[in-house]
Each structure stands twice: as C-alpha cells, then as structure tokens.
C-alpha cells in the first residue's frame, strides 16, 4: 500500500512539474478608459513620474515607502525609484522613449518580493473630445518558479489587471479636474 501510495504521489507531482513547464513565458496586462480631457493632458499626468502620486494605484498602499526622482524631470530618460512594504516592494522605472501625446514606454524594473522586467507602454488615443488611455505591461516569465506562481495566483492579469483599473478610474478623476 505504501508503495503504490509513492507511487501516486510521483505520478502527481511529475504531472503538476510537466504543467508548470509548459506554461508560456510570455504576459501581458492590459487595460483601457476613456476620459473627457485632452490627450496633451492626459499624457502630461504619465510623462512626469511626479504626478503619480495622484493616480497611481501603488501610492496608497504604503504612505511610509521611501521614493526618489532621477534623471530628467519628465519624460525620456526620467527616473522613478521605490522602496516600500511587501505590497509595492521595491524597484524603478525610467521612461525609455514617448511621443507626445501618443505613446510613453516605461522600463520596470523590480528588486522585491522578486527580481524581474517589464516593458510598460501608455497609448493614447482621441476619442471624440477625450482620451483613451491603454496602459499595458508585457514581459517574461522564464522560470520554473515564476511559472508556478502564476499557476497558482491567476498569472500577472488577475494580480496587475485590477490594479490597472483602479489606476486609470483615478487618473480619470485627477486628468477630468484638470
């Protein structure tokens, strides 16, 4: 009995092993809003890592976290570093290119829970008189630890993509203000 019982067990894990390999490395996360403001404007609440605060889902989590500025003040070569609690971690981000009032790519670069990268792209789009704003973010899952997270958490969409919403609702609030 115990040895069949090994046995099963073996199968079970070698299965779950075999699942978790062939998850695909590739995520993505992307959600969209529509606002009734300028794309001008609502570019400039993105360009400028010093208007996060106001609408970054992250910037609630943890009022202690420690934050720095780097860089240029805005846009392409501009730095945003973090370090806080275990719900927004620790790490950076630099706007790597934008085009006004179209599009912003922003590299994440993670230190905690995990180290990892991910590409971040704001597309903005005229939508009659207003905006609509895609805020997506790809990158790699490239081992088996990582893949066996996702397995079991919902993956990168279930954990970023509600955050994503949040974000935008209050973006949408600080740009229709403006």
């Known amino acids: ?3 069949k019982t090994m046995i099963a ?3 079970v894990v070698a299965g779950l092993a075999v699942v978790i390999a062939l998850q695909p490395s590739a995520f993505s996360v992307s959600r969209s809003a529509t606002m009734a403001a300028a794309p001008a404007s ?5 360009n400028d890592f010093h208007n996060w605060e106001a609408w970054s889902p992250w910037a609630k989590l943890d009022p202690a976290s420690k934050s720095a500025f780097e860089g240029a003040p805005s846009g392409k070569g501009a730095v945003f570093k973090w370090s806080g609690n275990d719900q927004v971690g620790e790490g950076s981000m630099t706007i790597v290119d934008n085009e006004p009032a179209k599009q912003i790519r922003i590299k994440l670069a993670f ?4 180290a990892s990268t991910a590409d971040t792209v704001f597309d903005f789009a005229p939508a009659g008189s207003g905006t609509t704003v895609t ?5 790699e899952n490239n081992n088996f630890i990582a893949k066996a997270f996702c397995l079991f958490t919902g993956g990168p969409d279930k954990m970023v993509g509600p955050e994503f919403e949040k974000g935008l609702a209050q973006m ?3 740009a229709e203000k403006k």
């Open 111 to 114: 230190v905690r829970p995990f």
């Open 135 to 139: 805020w997506t973010m790809s990158g």
């Open 1 to 3: 009995m115990f040895k």
């Open 9 to 11: 067990i073996l199968i």
């Open 172 to 174: 949408k609030r600080v």
């Open 42 to 46: 609502v570019f400039a609440q993105v």
